[in-house]
């Protein structure tokens, strides 16, 4: 039994994981410390899609599957869970293009939060008490 719910935390922080990855970046336009944490998750997230990349949390689920006495199972995370719910939808072969997807809208998300963090900034020659030709 424990490994089982092992197994079920290690796939539900997998999907925390894809979340954070998503929508991450609406966090951090409100709080842009957050950017630390979340760049280097979107990043990853997006490459995993993309790339033949194996994500450690695959490892460690196949792992405990082998201890519960369950066939570990083959290729990732994504392959596993995502793709049939994507063939169910008629959308076969989309996890590339979902990668792209995430990679862009952070991207663009980014781009909107250092346009609002420039706006923000005020221009060097009208600090308070600065001196203008």
């Keep these: 039994m424990g490994y089982r719910l092992l197994i079920i935390l290690v796939v539900a922080l997998h999907y925390l994981f894809i979340?954070?990855?998503?929508?991450?970046?609406?966090?951090?336009?409100?709080?842009?410390?957050?950017?630390?944490?979340?760049?280097?998750?979107?990043?990853?997230?997006?490459?995993?899609?993309?790339?033949?990349?194996?994500?450690?949390?695959?490892?460690?689920?196949?792992?405990?599957?082998?201890?519960?006495?369950?066939?570990?199972?083959?290729?990732?995370?994504?392959?596993?869970y995502l793709h049939p719910a994507l063939d169910a939808m008629g959308l076969h072969g989309m996890v590339p293009y979902l990668g792209l997807f995430v990679l862009a809208l952070n991207g663009g998300l980014y781009a909107l939060l250092i346009v609002q963090l420039m706006r923000r900034r005020p221009a060097r020659g009208n600090l308070p008490g600065s001196v203008t030709d």
């Design 19 to 80: 979340a954070a990855a998503v929508l991450g970046g609406l966090a951090v336009l409100r709080r842009p410390r957050l950017a630390w944490i979340h760049i280097p998750i979107f990043l990853w997230a997006g490459l995993v899609a993309i790339m033949p990349w194996s994500c450690p949390l695959t490892g460690l689920e196949n792992a405990l599957r082998v201890r519960a006495g369950w066939m570990p199972y083959s290729g990732g995370f994504l392959s596993r």
